[in-house]
């Protein structure tokens, strides 16, 4: 499977700095440009499945990254359930807990990592069988790129979990 992973586009959220969970806030300006330059990066791969979080910022960056194909929509693709971290600082996360592959459950009550890895491992296993030898794009979230990258790259250490991060106008590649 060749597989492409693409955060949405910009949204107020991450303008101010705020975790944003399931809320349904729409692209900025700037979200819009770029899910427009995403798009123009990738025009010339013909996609045999797209798939996006079901979650507002998500189904905007699809539709306008990949208009001529049918998008599939899998809740195993949505934002991390923050907890009480919701409209909260990014600066007041502690990632020792948040990023943390030994925790059971955050502290701020959020969904755990470990909890993201399993839904987000059962997601690529059933694609790898269904979209083998495709072109697969996928549009999500950085929490849910966190894990893809995690498990597509065997990541362990905690310092380069802590230290990924998925911008906005980034597309990430594997094989």
């Not at 693709?77 to 409209?87: D, F, Q, S, V």
């Not at 997601?123 to 790898?128: P, R, S």
């Amino acid at each position: 499977m060749n597989l492409y992973v693409v955060r949405h586009g910009q949204v107020p959220s991450n303008v101010e700095g705020i975790v944003s969970g399931w809320n349904d806030e729409q692209l900025t300006d700037k979200g819009v440009l770029q899910a427009n330059e995403i798009r123009n990066k990738l025009q010339n791969i013909q996609f045999d499945v797209v798939y996006s979080s079901p979650i507002n910022r998500a189904k905007q960056t699809a539709i306008i990254v990949a208009p001529q194909n049918e998008i599939l929509y899998d809740s195993r693709l949505a934002e991390r359930e923050p907890g009480t971290m919701l409209g909260q600082s990014r600066k007041n996360i502690d990632k020792s807990s948040w990023n943390s592959l030994d925790t059971e459950r955050t502290p701020e009550g959020a969904e755990t990592l470990a909890a993201g890895l399993k839904r987000v491992k059962a997601f690529l296993d059933e694609i790898n069988k269904r979209d083998k030898n495709k072109n697969v794009l996928i549009i999500t979230h950085n929490f849910i790129s966190k894990c893809i990258w995690i498990l597509e790259n065997d990541i362990k250490d905690t310092e380069q979990i802590n230290s990924f991060f998925h911008n906005n106008d980034e597309i990430k590649h594997y094989y």
